[in-house]
């Protein structure tokens, strides 16, 4: 039984360009979450794709947008690359709340750095 | 305030010993608690999922949660060199999905 698959692993890119990150939510769940851990903080939630709608969202600004397939994988695109978006993303997957709460399950992350 | 605090550590301790790490939390209304672990380079993974009060075990792991202090713990007993890691709890908050995070606590297990 595949988990939550991110890909890629790592990436590296430059101010002011553009990224999409994927992720693949581990069988049988339809919910997948987006979160941001900088170095040496806890992962801050993005935002949230249930039935190919963002359901809720983080404090995060609109350079960040994300997509939801009929398949439940997911994107999380960013806009205009800062220094700052440097970070590891996390991608969460879980059942939605309707089938009772369920834990979510992390992959392990797509490292992105921006020079 | 911050809605979750975890002591960020580093803690080192001897292999076996009993290690203790805590959290406290802002809102009386979070339900459900989790720890996860995370190694370098990894994403978390799920130890513990509580929800309310009382204590939960599994193994070596004993998650206890405290809702009349707003204070979370989990204990490993028996401590291993392979549970160095940086352990993180979390709150579902208000019952949405969005997890709220601790900054994680890291933790060192010497031989």
Redesign the interface.
């Known amino acids: 039984d595949a988990g939550?698959t991110?890909s890629p692993t790592h990436l590296i890119k430059t101010r002011g360009q553009q990224v999409t990150l994927r992720c693949s939510p581990k069988s049988g769940h339809d919910?997948v979450?987006w979160?941001q851990q900088a170095l040496?903080?806890?992962?801050?939630?993005i935002f949230?794709y249930y039935e190919e709608e963002e359901?809720?969202r983080?404090n995060f600004p609109d350079r960040f947008s994300g997509h939801q397939y009929p398949n439940y994988s997911s994107e999380l695109n960013v806009n205009a690359l800062l220094l700052g978006d440097s970070a590891l993303y996390?991608c969460?997957s879980?059942l939605s709340?309707s089938r009772s709460?369920q834990?979510?399950?992390?992959?392990?992350?797509t490292?992105l750095s921006i020079l | 305030q911050k809605e979750v605090e975890q002591d960020p550590g580093p803690l080192s301790v001897p292999e076996g010993a009993i290690v203790s790490l805590n959290c406290t939390y802002s809102n009386s209304a979070f339900q459900y608690f989790m720890w996860y672990r995370q190694y370098s380079r990894k994403g978390p993974e799920l130890l513990m999922y509580t929800y309310s009060s009382g204590n939960k075990e599994d193994g070596r792991f004993t998650a206890q949660v405290d809702k009349s202090s707003k204070y979370i713990s989990l204990f490993i007993r028996d401590s291993q060199p392979s549970d160095s890691a940086t352990y993180l709890c979390a709150t579902d908050a208000y019952n949405t999905d969005k997890l709220i995070f601790g900054t994680g606590t890291r933790l060192q297990v010497f031989p």
């Open positions: 939550v991110q919910t979450s979160y040496g903080q806890g992962p801050q939630f949230q359901r809720q983080g996390l969460a879980s709340q709460n834990p979510q399950h992390f992959g392990d992350g490292r």
